[in-house]
């Protein structure tokens, strides 16, 4: 499962490095927890939740943007899709992808 949780994190990764920097930040919407949401972040949130789908990945995903996605899986993953959303929105390379299966 480590290899599976890196080759999303590349995933994320080459995701977001194609965004233009002036879309990043925009906000979009409230997260399940109450924050701001901003493409960044749905950007790489809907890459985890593509990847898992397109591999058939049995994992449910619970995601700081989107709450709870109930796949029918034993396990789930506890998702931030961008930790440190503001210093990737700034450009500042302290950011990553917060996962953890339980």
């Not at 990847?51 to 700081?64: A, D, F, T």
């Not at 931030?80 to 700034?90: E, L």
């Amino acid at each position: 499962m480590m290899k599976t949780l890196g080759d999303i994190a590349d995933a994320v990764k080459r995701a977001i490095d194609l965004m233009p920097c002036s879309s990043k930040g925009v906000c979009i919407g409230m997260g399940a927890d109450g924050t701001s949401t901003s493409q960044i972040d749905k950007v790489a949130e809907n890459t985890v939740l593509d990847y898992i789908q397109r591999n058939g990945i049995p994992l449910n995903v619970l995601s700081e943007e989107i709450g709870f996605v109930d796949n029918g899986a034993e396990d789930t993953l506890v998702l931030d899709p961008v930790d440190g959303t503001s210093n990737a929105v700034a450009g500042v390379p302290l950011f990553t992808i917060s996962m953890a299966i339980g």
